[in-house]
Every structure is written in structure tokens, then in C-alpha cells.
Nanobody, 119 residues
């Protein structure tokens, strides 16, 4: 089982930046992809970005393309989300999860880290 812990959230003004981290532990030796998701109050959880663990291939939601960058540090077993040009609509709880094999559902959800963007 994979254990994920997110950090780096906070309160920032529109146009600002934040860098989120997701540290993985446990059964991490075999995983296909790690992803970031977010959930705003009263809304469903939505995909933000993902990255394949071995090849580092990123994928982004259209709403964050050009503003967010996902990366991973294999040695530190950590995935990052650099968020620039933040907008109020980026506000929400950001969670990371792991996809162990291609096509499998995401699992190992962390507790999340809150991002609040003020206008």
C-alpha cells in the first residue's frame, strides 16, 4: 500500500505562485503514474495533472496548461506541482494519488493541502 502526504498549500493573491509536494512511502517500488487532483467546496473532484513515474511524461487539464508544471524526484520519492499565475478559480483542496498500473483507478489518496487564491 502507498502512503501519500501532501504539503505546500496556503493563501496567495491572484497572479501568485505556490509549489505543492507529495511525498510517497510504502509500496512505491512499482507504480505507473502519479496525479494531482483538486476539489472545491460543493464541486466534484477534478483532474489537474499527472506524470508517469518511469518516463516523466506529463499530462495536464486544459484549465492549468501553461500555468502549472508537474515534476517528480525519483530519489526523494516525491512529486511536485508548481503553480504559477494562480487564479481564484484554482482555489480548493489539492490531493495526490497513485495509479499503480495503466488503466487502473487512482488510489492511495492523501489528506490534501488547501490552496486559497484571493482576488
Amino acid at each position: 500500500q502507498v502512503h501519500l502526504v501532501e504539503s505546500g498549500g496556503g493563501l496567495v493573491q491572484a497572479g501568485g505562485s505556490l509549489r505543492l509536494s507529495c511525498a510517497a512511502s510504502g509500496r512505491t517500488f512499482s507504480r505507473y503514474r502519479m496525479g494531482w487532483f483538486r476539489q472545491a467546496p460543493g464541486k466534484e473532484r477534478e483532474f489537474v495533472a499527472s506524470i508517469t513515474w518511469s518516463g516523466g511524461m506529463p499530462s495536464y487539464a486544459d484549465s492549468v496548461k501553461g500555468r502549472f508544471t508537474i515534476s517528480r524526484d525519483v530519489a526523494k520519492n516525491t512529486v511536485y506541482l508548481q503553480m504559477n499565475s494562480l487564479k481564484p478559480e484554482d482555489t480548493g483542496a489539492y490531493l495526490c494519488a497513485v495509479q499503480m498500473v495503466f488503466g487502473a483507478p487512482y488510489d492511495g489518496w492523501g489528506q490534501g493541502t488547501q490552496v486559497t487564491v484571493s482576488s
